[in-house]
């Protein structure tokens, strides 16, 4: 099955920085890849997604790379906030070829802006 | 409260004991799903329901069961044969299991083993 690496577990950043969290996954099938975002005693919501047939995708602060040939894809933060303090996740699955919404998650990173 | 509800928020339960979580959306979503999350180990999925009637394992599916009579109601007992049930325990659903579609969460449900 699929696997997903996710670095760093936590990161600091000073407010304006930016944010760079990264992942990798093992199944070269997996064709979508979310991004959701957890603030503390929240429930996760989707911050940014992206398909295998893109490369990168922006909104705003946000965006998102995918390097399908090694495997990783990152989001990127810029301009951070103390309201982009939470923790983000990384998922994958195959789910744009109809394999379904069986997502498989990374392990998180605890992002904290501080002023 | 974002079209998913989840009951109870806390719960505590003795060794040996079996509980149920309730989970149940008013999005007429066709499929829902449990996930368990860990400190550091991220989302891990129980099992999901594609449509009504109709159920799979997920990663961690042992020690746990579910039903989906109705298309609106996912329920997931714990029960006394998973050996760590300690955790916060997240009900989502997609309005179909085909396709890339985004999750939407309940507000949780956190367990804990006396």
Redesign the interface.
Known sequence: ?EN?E?HP?TLSVQEGDSAVIKCTYSDSAS??F?W?KQELG?????II?I?SNVGEKKDQRIAVTLNKTAKHFSLHITETQPEDSAVY?C?A?N??T?G?????????TQLKVEL | D?GITQSPKYLFRKEGQNVTLSCEQNLNHD?M?W?RQDP??????IY?S?IVNDFQK??IAEGYSVSREKKESFPLTVTSAQKNPTAFY?CAS?PY???????T????SRLTVL
């Open positions: 099955g997903v996710q577990s064709n979508y979310p959701y929240k429930r996760p919501q989707l997604d398909r996740f998922a699955s789910g744009v109809g379904g919404n069986k997502l498989t998650f990374g392990t998180g | 974002g499929a799903y996930y550091g180990q991220g989302l891990r999925l999901y594609q997920g990663d997240l997609t299991f085909s396709g890339a579609n985004v999750l969460f309940g507000a949780g």
